[in-house]
């Protein structure tokens, strides 16, 4: 069972338009978030995180927004440049502290 | 960056046979994961390591073993590699405090023919 859903594989959008990432979770003691960023054969680098203490975080073009209520969170890029163009990971640690549990990811490509 | 390499990066075997990974890493960091990276899975934790000789399972340790004799290096290996270990593996590591992000290494293409 997936606890951590990325329910898009794909996203394309235009350069200097927003783009926006959803991830989904299903176990509401979840209470960390985070969000990676892979370039093919390169590790994925962490980009953003959000506590569920926080609605909401901010980090100069990415912004990850939690709404614990619907058990969902999205990133923000705005605005969008080519070089944004990667598969994008949301991941959390769960309840089990340290072993994060990813999504499967999203691929976005900004067309210039 | 952090400072995490993994070896080799590349490497094809043989079905059958016994093949160790590598990762080091420069950071001092207590914990360290392996994980691998495959079409329509995300990463899965295979083992990870809490400490020195101190290690567990994650969601997909069949097959796998791994070991952690000093700080800097997390070993990972396949005691018979069998085809379905065809992947990407990648290490990463992550300080001792809660909620603190983990980082990657570059990973290993690993092919078993």
């Known amino acids: 069972d997936q606890q951590v859903k990325q329910n898009s594989p794909s996203l394309s959008v235009q350069e200097g338009r927003i783009s926006i990432l959803n991830c989904d979770y299903t176990n509401s003691m979840f209470d960390y978030f985070l969000w990676y960023k892979k370039y093919p054969a390169e590790g994925p680098t962490f980009l953003i995180s959000i506590s569920s203490i926080k609605d909401k975080n901010e980090d100069g073009r990415f912004t990850v927004f939690l709404n614990k209520s619907a058990k969902h969170l999205s990133l923000h890029i705005v605005p969008s440049q080519p070089g944004d163009s990667a598969v994008y990971f949301c991941a959390s640690p769960g309840g089990s502290n340290y072993k994060l549990t990813f999504g499967k990811g999203t691929l976005l490509t900004v067309n210039p | 960056d952090a400072g995490i390499t993994q070896s080799p990066r590349h490497k094809v075997t043989e079905t059958g046979t016994p093949v160790t990974l590598r990762c080091h890493q420069t950071?001092?960091?207590?914990?360290m994961y392996w994980y691998r990276q495959d079409p329509g899975h995300g990463l899965r934790l295979i083992h990870y390591?809490?400490?020195?000789?101190?290690?567990d399972k994650g969601e997909v340790s069949d097959g796998y073993s791994v070991s952690r004799s000093k700080t800097e290096d997390f070993l990972l290996t396949l005691e018979s590699a069998t085809s379905s270990q065809t992947s990407v593996y990648f290490c990463?590591?992550?300080?001792?405090?809660?909620?603190?992000?983990?980082?990657f290494g570059d990973g290993t293409r690993l092919s078993i023919l």
């Open positions: 950071e001092n960091h207590r914990y």
């Open positions: 990463a590591i992550s300080r001792d405090s809660n909620n603190q992000p983990q980082h």
């Open positions: 390591s809490y400490g020195v000789k101190d290690t």
